[in-house]
């Protein structure tokens, strides 16, 4: 198990999207979220994109391995998407959030685990901004949470920064080729 967390817009999603689908040994398991959809997204790419309702619901019947309000928006981690990975022999790669971590490691302590983080806060805004094409209502709230989340960085197997995509990239996959040898 490969987790790999960041603050929002440090590029944690294209890291394990991008090395998943290079690498067949991986399976990037695919988290539920109650957050809209944006420009580009689908069901089930990056997401499961489920109603406050339906999340609630799926917490009461114990589908979620692990699950965490992030921002202003929850997401979770079904049981069924490692025990599929798992029966096809896969390792699971996937990025979640600071909270989730904590939670796998407990369950999971061998998991390794990675922390993109953005060359500044300045430049994360940025991300966050040109990614959504305009500041998101919770631009604050993602900031602040980036900063607490950077603070814990140092609790991680591994770091990077993501100052360059393709150098930072090259460097996760680099690790990432260590562990499953």
């Known amino acids: 198990m490969i987790i790999v967390a960041a603050p929002s817009g440090a590029g944690k999603s294209s890291f394990v999207e991008k090395l998943a689908a290079e690498d067949s040994r991986l399976h990037d398991v695919v988290t539920y979220t109650t957050r809209t959809m944006r420009t580009g997204e689908s069901q089930g790419k990056p997401y499961f994109f489920v109603t406050h309702e339906d999340f609630e619901q799926k917490k009461k019947e114990n589908f979620f391995i ?3 309000k992030v921002h202003t928006n929850h997401y979770g981690t079904s049981y069924e998407q490692l025990q599929n990975a798992w029966e096809q022999g896969k390792v699971v790669i996937f990025d ?3 909270q989730g971590v904590a939670t796998f490691k407990s369950k999971y302590p061998d998991a390794k685990t990675v922390f993109i983080l953005p060359p500044s806060l300045d430049e994360l805004r940025r991300r966050v901004i040109k990614r959504d094409g305009n500041p998101p209502p919770d631009l604050e709230v993602r900031m602040q949470n980036a900063e607490k989340e950077m603070a814990k960085a140092h609790e991680f ?3 990077i920064v993501n100052d360059d995509f393709e150098r930072s990239f090259a ?10 040898a």
Do not use: G
Request: hydrophobic share 55%.
């Open 66 to 68: 692990e699950w965490a």
């Open 96 to 98: 979640i959030d600071i």
């Open 157 to 159: 197997d591994v770091r």
């Open 171 to 180: 460097e996760f996959k680099k690790i990432v080729d260590t562990w499953l």
